[in-house]
């Protein structure tokens, strides 16, 4: 990694140290609630099921986490990585307090260099991340290199709606509504971000192409909430 990618990597840790607090908040009233509902169909298309060892890549909070939790049961396991550790103290915190025990193992490190072996995990997600991470080609890559054969990722982010209508829209809500919204509770700097990382995030057909450069011989991207969200699945090839 060059140094002004790793320049970049250490302002975005920092930027997610700083929002950690009002993470969740800003999510809840900013997407009125639907991102819980994102998140449970980015779970769904990851295919994770009971006795599955799963991984949430640039987990914040945990949401996805806890989710893969649920559906790996008591049997299975779920790893949280985040580079952020205001965000896995959360996570943690969060995880501690829920009424049935779910068996999560946090771990601060790098989406770009993941601390695991090849072929470890059944079922991975990743939300909000890819948009943020230096090298999105290197990320996919070590998501490819950590899923088990046969095994699916999927990866919910921003995306840009094809309609003119919903892109003014979008960048409406994002000046109007997020940005001031993120400036009252001291954050503003932190949340003006979003709409330059989304100018600059690839579109769902050069996501699938990305996943298959990356190895994935099966990748699609699944638009949502009117094309101004996307979901990429890619699929590890099986060992026949």
């Given amino acids: 990694m ?6 970049q990597s250490s302002e975005i840790q920092a930027i997610f140290n700083r929002i950690a607090p009002v993470y969740d908040l800003l999510n809840d009233g900013l997407s009125l609630m639907f991102h819980r509902v994102w998140k449970r169909m980015t779970v769904g298309w990851s295919g994770a099921k009971p006795g599955d060892r799963c991984l ?7 949401d ?10 008591a049997t299975g396991e779920v790893v949280g990585l985040d580079f952020s550790a205001n965000q896995l ?21 790098d ?5 695991f072996g090849d072929n470890e995990f059944d079922a991975a997600t990743m939300g909000y991340g890819l948009r943020n991470v230096v090298d999105i080609p290197k990320a996919l890559a070590e998501l490819h290199r950590v899923l088990k054969p046969g095994a699916s990722v999927a990866i919910l982010d921003f995306h840009r ?6 892109q003014a829209f979008q ?4 000046d109007t509504l997020v940005v001031p919204t993120a400036a009252r509770l001291g954050m503003k700097d932190e949340y003006a971000y979003i709409f330059p990382s989304l100018e600059r995030f690839p579109q769902g057909p050069e996501q699938v192409r990305l996943a298959k ?6 990748a699609e991207h699944h638009a949502i909430a009117g094309g101004m969200m996307g979901v990429l699945v890619a699929t590890k090839a099986r060992d026949w």
Avoid: K, M
């Fill in 89 to 109: 103290a959360i996570a943690q915190e969060r995880t501690a307090q829920s009424t049935i025990p779910l068996n999560v193992t946090w771990v601060e490190g």
């Fill in 111 to 115: 989406a770009l260099n993941l601390p």
């Fill in 171 to 174: 960048q409406w809500y994002l």
């Fill in 213 to 218: 450069q990356a190895g994935f011989p099966y």
């Fill in 56 to 62: 949430d890549v640039c987990c914040g909070s945990g």
């Fill in 2 to 7: 060059s140094q002004s990618s790793n320049s």
């Fill in 64 to 73: 996805l986490a806890r989710l893969l939790a649920w559906r790996a049961g």
């Fill in 161 to 166: 709606p094809d309609s003119p209508h919903l």
